[in-house]
């Protein structure tokens, strides 16, 4: 079973900058492609980015595209989020979660297509 176990996040100002990670555990990292969602009190939970197994492929929502950027270290077996130029808007719980593939080039942003997810970490933006 895998798992999924996020950290850094916590207080940012906004334009400033907050870095996640997401370590992985329990079966191989590279068959899975990594997602990033959060959720805001009161919203449903909105996807913000993934990644493809190796890496080479990644999508971004709309409202954090140029802002946020997804990777991965398949040999350290985590993911990451960075963002930049934060806005009070991206306040939310983030979460990580893992889509096992079988090709490398292809993710779901939707999140019932996720097969694991992370505890979450909170991110508050204040302007």
């Known amino acids: 079973q895998v798992q999924l176990v996020e950290s850094g996040g916590g207080p940012g100002q906004a334009g400033g900058s907050l870095r996640l990670s997401c370590a992985v555990s329990?079966?191989?990292?590279?068959?899975?492609?990594m997602g990033w969602f959060r959720q805001a009190p009161g919203k449903e939970r909105e996807f913000v980015s993934a990644i493809s197994r190796s890496g080479g492929t990644t999508y971004y929502a709309e409202s954090v595209r140029g802002r946020f950027t997804i990777s991965r270290d398949n040999t350290k077996n985590t993911a990451y989020l960075q963002m930049n130029s934060l806005r009070p808007e991206d306040t939310a719980v983030y979460y990580c979660?893992?889509?096992?593939?079988?090709?490398?080039?292809?993710?779901?942003?939707?999140?019932?297509?996720?097969?694991?997810w992370g505890q979450g970490t909170q991110v508050t933006v204040s302007s």
């Open positions: 329990g079966r191989t990292f590279s068959n899975y492609a």
């Open positions: 979660a893992a889509q096992e593939r079988v090709n490398d080039h292809s993710f779901s942003i939707q999140w019932q297509a996720y097969d694991a």
